[in-house]
């Protein structure tokens, strides 16, 4: 249902990790851009953070369901951002060659944040059903 927030919330979070990642590379190392798909690791954890964000959006009807698989692509994108602040940190140096951290890097941490607001509107639509269940 889009005329819920919190299904705004989840598209805003599969095209920022389902679509943003093609567009902007993770890292220049020697004016060689790095993308996301060049390492199958990388790869697999922004697939399954997409559709965890896609299969969430359908489960509109199940709310405790789509609360949990909010939470679990939570944990996903922390897990893909601690590897990404471990790689960066194991690029070489900066006395030869030059790299450059790109704005990929950041993109699990503006989808923890729309899916963070999803969660909060999802938990806000089950307090107002079960308020409602009460006075009957």
């Known amino acids: 249902?889009?005329?819920?927030?919190?299904?705004?919330?989840?598209?805003l979070a599969l095209i920022t990790t389902g679509i943003l990642p093609f567009v902007f590379p993770l890292w220049t190392f020697e004016s060689k851009s790095f993308y996301f798909m060049?390492?199958?690791?990388f790869a697999a954890l922004f697939g399954l953070t997409t559709t965890l964000s896609l299969v969430s959006i359908f489960l509109f009807k199940k709310r405790q369901n789509q609360f949990v698989l909010g939470r679990?692509?939570?944990?996903?994108n922390l897990i893909l951002l601690g590897l990404f602040v471990y790689r960066s940190l194991n690029l070489s140096g900066e006395t030869v060659t030059v790299?450059?951290?790109?704005?990929?890097?950041?993109?699990?941490?503006?989808?923890?944040?729309?899916?963070?607001?999803?969660?909060?509107?999802?938990?806000?639509?089950?307090?107002?059903?079960?308020?409602?269940d009460r006075l009957r």
């Open 38 to 41: 060049q390492d199958l690791i």
């Open 72 to 76: 679990l692509n939570i944990i996903l």
């Open 1 to 11: 249902m889009l005329q819920r927030i919190q299904t705004i919330y989840l598209i």
């Open 99 to 132: 790299s450059e951290k790109g704005i990929g890097m950041f993109l699990p941490i503006v989808a923890i944040v729309f899916l963070v607001l999803a969660n909060k509107a999802i938990k806000k639509d089950e307090d107002l059903v079960k308020s409602v």
